[in-house]
C-alpha cells in the first residue's frame, strides 16, 4: 500500500501538516487522499505538487469543471486507474453528469483512435495547420 | 506524403466524394485536409470515422468547444504532431484564447505528471473513490 | 542525423561488419538501414538486438507477414515514425496489400479506442476472462 | 464496479438489448461481457462502438485470427488489464495456440524494444522508406 | 495469475532449469520472481530475455544502481504494475535509497509533464540541438 | 514554429526576463532555448516550470549527471524528439559518454520490451514485491 507508506495527519510534521490543511480548506472537506499521504514522505515534493495543482486547477480562462474533465481526459488516456477514480470524483464534484462523462469518453476514445490512424498512415500536416 | 498518398476531390470515386461533400457542409468550408484523403483509399473506414466523429464532436451536454479542447489535450497526451496541429486549429475556431490554450496545456502537463507519482508511489485507491 | 552518426559499412570494423553481412544475407538484400548504423556505435547492442529480430521475426507457428504486420501496429500505436516507415516497407515485401494495410489500421484504431473506454469506464474483468 | 454501473439485460431498455442480441448472435454465445454492461449507460456510444467492431473485425483481406492478435498486440503495448484479458479470450476462441501467443507477445514486445532505440539514437528515416 | 500459468522449478523442464539456475547464481538468491515463470512456457524467449538482461544489467560504464533507476523511471512512465514492484525492490537492493526514490520520481513527472508541454505548444529543434 | 510562437529576450516583459536571466545564470550560458520562448507566452507557467525543473534537478541524492539520464530515459520512451535532443545535449554537458548513453538506451529499450511480456502474460505481483 504505497511504495513508502502512506503519511497520517498524527504523524506528520509540521511542514506536511501545513499542505495538509491547506489542502482540506482550499477543497472545503476535512479528509486527504491517499495520493497526498505517500508523496508526504518527500515534503518538497508533496508542497511543489500541491502548490501547482492549486494554481493550475484555479478558476480562470477555463472553469474549475472542465479543467477536472481535461485532467480526467488525460488519466483515461493514460489508463492510471487510480487517477481515473480520483479525478472522476472531483469532475462530478465540480457538476459533471452522467451524460457528460460519457460524451467526455466517446471524445477521448475516437481521438486515441483517430491519433493512431494518423500516425499509421503517415499523414502530414497541411500547410494550413502549420503555425 | 500519406502510406498510400493523398485521394484528391477531382479523383475520388462517388461514395468517397459523397463523404467529402458532407464533411464540407458539416464543417462549412470548402477545404478537405489531408487526413480524409489519406483515409480514402479505405472508403469503409472514411465513411465510419467521419460519421463517428460528426456524431461525438456534434453539440450535445457537451459543448463543441469543449469537446475540442478534450480532444487537443488528448493528442497532446499522445504527442501526435499533426492531430495536435489539426484539433488546435479547430479549438480556436469553435473559440478558444491564447490563454485557454495556455490553461489547457498546463492541466495537460501537470496530469501526465501526477499519473506517474501515482504509478510510481504505488498508490492504491481510496475506498471513498471506489464505484 | 542519429545521435552518435551513422557507421557505414566502409568504415566499420570488423564485428560491425559481420552482423551487417548477416543482416544482407538473410534479408536477401545489399543495403543496410539507417537504424542499424546507428546502433553500430554499440557493438554489442547491435549484434544483441538484430539476433534477437532474427530469431523472433524468423518463421514458427506464425508466418514473417503475420510478424511484420504486428510489428507495424505496435509501431502505429507507440506513433515511432522511423519505425511504420520501415515495418510498412518489410510488411509490403512479405506481402502485405493495400487493402490489408487498410484492414490492419482499422483494427489498430479500434482497438486504441476501446483500450482507453475501458479505463474510463473502470470496467472490472469478467470471471470468465480471469486465468 | 464500473463507473456508472453495468446494465443487466433484464433491465436494459429495448435499444440496448437490441445491441446486446446482436453482440450474441453475432458471436453465436449467450453471454454479454461487462465491456458492453459499462457501455450500455450511453446506448448511442455502445451502438456506435459495436458497429464498428462488427465491420472491423469480420472477415476481409485479414482473417478473423489475425485481427483477434493485432488487437492483442496494442492492448498488450497500452497495458490495458481489461483488454488482454478479454481479447486473448478471443484470440485463442479463433483459433490462437499457445505458441502463437508466444510468438506473438515476442514480436510485441522486441517492437516496443526497438520503437524506443529509434527514437533515442535519433535515427532520421531512409530516403527509401519515404513515401 | 498469467495466461499460460508459472513454471515452478520441479516441474520445468532442462532447459528451463538452466536459466532459473543462472538467474538465481547470478542475482545470488534462491529465488525465482513470477516473471520467469510466466515466460518458462517458451524456452526460447525465456533464455533470450534472461541472457539480454543479464548483458545489459551488468557493470559497465553505468552502475548496475543507475540502471536500475533507469529501469525503475522506464516502468512508472508506462505504469506497469508489476514492473514498478518488481523493480523498485531490485533498486533497492543495489543500494537505492527512499531518499533517492523521491528524486527519482520527482524527476520522472517532471519529464513526463514537459514531454507534453513541449508537444502541445509544438516546439521546434534548436538549431544547436541538431545532431 | 511554436503554437503561439517565441517570445525573445529583446521582446519578453520583465517578469519573462527575470525568469530567462535566472536560466541563464543557473545554467551559466548565454542561450535560451526554445522549449522557454514558447512557454514564455504564460508568464504564470513559465515561472512554476523552471522553479520545479531548477528545484528538481539540483544536486541532492542523486547527482545531476544521474537526473539528467533519466530525464532522457522518460523522453526515450515516451518518444518526444525535442526532449530527446535537448536533454541529450544536457546530459553529455553533465558529463554523459557515449558509452553511457549507449548503455542507458539498452536499459531503456529492455525495459520498454518487458513492460509489454509483463502485460501481456498477464503476471501477477510476487508477494516479495508486494509492499
Redesign the interface.
Known sequence: ?????LVEYADAPPEVRAVYDDIMATRKTD?I???WK??A??P??LR??WE??K???AP???DPL??E?????????????????????AARKAGM??????????????????????????????E????
Open positions: 500500500m504505497a511504495t513508502l507508506g479528509w487522499n491517499n495520493f505517500a508523496l514522505h518527500d518538497a515534493t511543489r505538487t501547482s495543482i494554481q493550475i486547477m480562470g480562462a477555463l472542465t479543467k474533465m481535461i485532467y480526467l481526459a488525460v488519466s483515461a488516456t493514460n489508463q492510471c486507474g487510480y487517477c481515473i477514480a480520483s479525478h472522476t470524483a453528469s452522467d451524460a457528460m462523462f460519457a460524451e467526455l469518453m466517446a471524445v477521448v476514445g475516437m481521438a486515441n483512435e483517430t491519433n493512431r490512424l494518423v500516425s499509421g498512415y503517415q499523414v502530414e500536416i497541411d494550413r495547420f502549420r503555425v
